[in-house]
């Protein structure tokens, strides 16, 4: 695993507007740190929801992702590897990574 690697995650049953249930999300962690085989990694949720269009949500592009889609740098969150069911959606690339962590560094005041 990757930064930038899509995956297939199980959120579970949402809390108010937190992400649920199964759905691809985007590895922010850094490969320095994923080298170790962590047990828990940082997640950006990817949403076909494109409506909304918020400045938090960069989209995200792949081949095997079916629908447009957009990662909701809003709702980052670790997760424990346990969460990963399934195959991977590929990479979003280095262009597409690095404006997610942009705008993940805008969120938190620290870019």
């Given at each position: 695993?990757?930064?930038?690697?899509?995956?297939?995650?199980?959120?579970?049953?949402?809390?108010?507007?937190?992400?649920?249930f199964?759905?691809?999300?985007?590895?922010?962690?850094?490969?320095a740190?994923?080298?170790?085989?962590?047990?828990?990694?940082?997640?950006?949720?990817?949403?076909?929801?494109?409506?909304?269009?918020?400045?938090?949500?960069?989209?995200v592009?792949?081949?095997?992702l079916?629908?447009?889609?957009?990662?909701?740098?809003?709702?980052?969150?670790?997760i424990?590897?346990?969460?990963?069911?399934?195959?991977?959606?590929?990479?979003?690339?280095?262009?597409?990574?690095?404006?997610?962590r942009?705008?993940l560094?805008?969120?938190?005041d620290?870019?």
């Open positions: 695993m990757r930064a930038g690697d899509l995956i297939r995650v199980d959120f579970g049953v949402p809390v108010g507007s937190e992400p649920g199964v759905r691809p999300a985007v590895v922010v962690s850094a490969d740190f994923l080298v170790h085989r962590p047990r828990t990694i940082h997640v950006v949720p990817v949403t076909s929801n494109v409506s909304r269009s918020l400045p938090s949500e960069v989209v592009t792949s081949p095997n079916v629908l447009a889609s957009v990662a909701q740098c809003h709702l980052c969150a670790v424990g590897v346990e969460r990963l069911v399934g195959d991977e959606y590929g990479n979003v690339g280095a262009a597409e990574l690095a404006q997610i942009s705008v560094g805008d969120l938190l620290i870019g």
